[in-house]
């Protein structure tokens, strides 16, 4: 039983955890050849590539790719709903609070909802980019 007690604790942190600030997804962005700039919505974000941007997962978001000498590339990034984290989040909040079958299944939709406006119900795709620069004038 305090086992039980002690793993129930533990979810809830975690919990509580996950609903602080906006939760962001790193995009590791690599381009051949290597060195090229990345902005992110319109604000640089990387200087040389290889790296890593760090976005938060509420809205879709724009890459453009920048290197002298080459084609600007850009790619966007769409959030896609991962209902099924969401709900097993929701569900696992709902047991821990308790409250019996209704009480487990209203945490659940407030669990979900809350995860949809925090962004945490969602993950950006493509995970990674690997882009092939082009040459400026190549394609002429």
Do not use: W
Request: with cysteine.
């Amino acid at each position: 039983m305090a086992r039980t007690l002690a793993v129930l604790a533990c979810l809830a942190g975690l919990l509580t955890l996950s609903a602080c600030g906006v939760p962001r997804q790193k995009i590791p962005v690599s381009t051949d050849p290597l060195g090229a700039t990345v902005y992110a919505d319109g604000e640089k974000t990387c200087a040389s590539t290889p790296c890593s941007v760090s976005l938060d997962r509420k809205s879709d978001h724009l890459l453009t790719i920048v290197k002298d000498g080459y084609e600007q590339e850009e790619v966007v990034l769409h959030r896609r709903f991962q209902p099924d984290k969401a709900l097993r989040d929701g569900v696992i909040s709902g047991m821990i609070l308790g409250g019996g079958p209704e009480g487990v299944a209203s945490r659940t939709a407030k669990e979900v909802d809350e995860q949809e406006r925090s962004g945490e119900a969602y993950v950006l795709e493509p995970s990674i980019v690997t882009i092939k620069l082009t040459p400026k004038g190549a394609g002429n």
